[in-house]
């Protein structure tokens, strides 16, 4: 058996992975926060990701009923009430803030939420992060969601140069984004000392870095069907959202 | 309730989707039929399409679980077979034939069969169709498979293209489509059968046509991907296989 990393040289790995293969690395985010994308690209980005804002409620409930701890699942459960709001005095959650967005690149709720605009490459990629917690272990499953670790500061890019480049886009519409900041740093603090704490062998730590590899290749490959189909000149598969057709995904009254 | 569809109207509707978004209309196609394709695009093709490969006979053996008549489940072993191979004296099936023609264009068999080196994006669409065919009902499992009807005929265009236009291609290895052209025909034959009978209400019916569509974008997607990555100068994921990378993959007697 190799001998296990000291938690030091762990989190030196996972670190590394971020640094490699996070979607901060991907054109379609350089272009983003550059302001080169068009806002019809900026639309496809947020219509699609909506994707994947809809099914982590759905992934942190199953790894909540995975977890034995007590103290562990109210832990985990912070993240569902950021995603889908208090239940009572407060209704407001990620995902309401996400349709926010939406909402002011003019698409209609319903539009959004039916997904049926959205590129089906992005809805293979968002499923397969719920496979991957139900079918892993809760250890890799907990690792996945590491990505947090270097989402504040892509968080950061996006928004200033979101504002900076793009008169449709308000601080408003963006206010998912400011609480996810301190969110994320909160989550994936509790994260890393979980895995850090459940990992007892090398091979447990391998399967975390790998759970942490599986996670980046989603986000990459949601920003890679972006590309595709809205920048680089490739299909835009039958039924997905087309910028040059008319339709009733747009509300008439928005302005460019 | 809407009224049900006759037959022959359910069938020209399901032909109607084949029709317009069945991957015989996607440019990689086209580019790969007409010879446009460098080896390199081919050669991810068939690396890539292993992905999907694989998870045939177990989406097979899924549905084979889930049918409740005797004489069905005979009926779709033999999907089985054809993919995994008689269990006693014909030791070849249709995987086998698929890693013939990989280890043509020059992989090791090991390689491909790791996946290591497909876009994350095959995999997570190959398989939301095993996510498919266990979550929808037998019916919708069933429908999925009427892609069959339509490939016979790109299996003709894509066998002819490319024993014309490439010279790495020779009719040995390509023994894996002049097997599919008769199963498919034999298999979609039944599954209509299957779904007609089965279809009993309009409901039903929508259901079934939208399992082919969904099929078809599974397909398509795996075309966007392979276009974005090899041919429109997208990104290649980081571990995907990389042809400007010189690596163990392929290897070295192999002749271009």
Redesign the interface.
């Known amino acids: 058996m190799t001998t296990k990393l000291s938690r030091q040289q762990f989190e030196t790995e996972l670190k590394a992975i971020g640094a490699?293969?996070y979607h901060n690395n991907?054109?379609y985010h350089h272009r983003m926060h550059k302001g080169h994308c068009s806002i019809d690209e900026i639309r496809a980005w947020a219509l699609n990701r909506f994707c994947y804002q809809r099914i982590i409620p759905t992934k942190d409930a199953l790894i909540m009923a995975r977890l034995d701890d007590v103290e562990d699942r109210r832990e985990w459960r912070q993240r569902v009430v950021d995603h889908d709001g208090e239940i009572a005095d407060h209704p407001e959650g990620g995902l309401r803030r996400w349709l926010a967005l939406t909402r002011q690149l003019g698409f209609d709720k319903s539009y959004v939420t039916s997904m049926k605009g959205a590129?089906?490459?992005t809805?293979?990629?968002a499923?397969?992060y719920l496979?991957f917690v139900q079918e892993r272990s809760v250890l890799e499953a907990v690792a996945s969601s590491l990505t947090e670790l270097f989402s504040p500061s892509i968080i950061v890019e996006r928004v200033q140069g979101m504002l900076n480049s793009y008169d449709f886009i308000t601080e408003e519409s963006l206010t998912y984004f400011s609480y996810r900041k301190s969110q994320a740093n909160r989550d994936s603090n509790w994260a890393l000392e979980y895995i850090d704490r459940h990992a007892g062998t090398r091979e447990d730590q391998e399967l975390c870095l790998n759970a942490l590899?599986f996670k980046?290749?989603?986000l990459?490959?949601m920003l890679?069907?972006l590309?595709?189909?809205y920048h680089?000149?490739?299909?835009i598969?039958?039924?997905a959202w087309n910028p040059e057709i008319k339709s009733d995904a747009l509300r008439d009254n928005v302005s460019e």
């Open positions: 490699s293969q991907h054109p590129l089906p490459a809805q293979f990629a499923n397969a496979t590899r980046c290749s989603i990459w490959a890679d069907a590309a595709s189909a680089l000149g490739g299909t598969p039958p039924e």
